[in-house]
């Protein structure tokens, strides 16, 4: 099963967070984990309608983004987590 998000809604495959910091200290798998904040885009909407226009996305399938902590709703599809939420929840595209 596939999610084909509507307007301007964006569907995410959040990317594990690294498991050793900078400078070199390995972070255990017991320590509490924080929600990721990147992710790679996997399906967008159309874009937002707005007096009968339809403003574009800002993003593509494919891009790696980062998105606000608590933005976007968390949902499960066929047995793997996903991440949907509003344009407004990307604050960048990382290149």
Known sequence: MMIKPL???ILLEPQAEEKTTKSGI????TADKER??????????????EDG????MSVK????????KYGPDE????GKKYLIGD?????????
């Open 26 to 29: 390995v972070i255990p798998d």
């Open 7 to 9: 307007s301007n809604h």
């Open 87 to 95: 344009e407004d929840d990307i604050l960048g595209i990382i290149e």
């Open 36 to 49: 990721p904040t990147r992710g790679t885009v996997v399906a967008v909407g159309p874009g937002k309608s």
């Open 61 to 68: 399938v494919g891009d790696s983004v980062l998105f606000k």
């Open 53 to 56: 226009k339809i403003t574009p």
């Open 75 to 78: 949902l499960e599809i066929d």
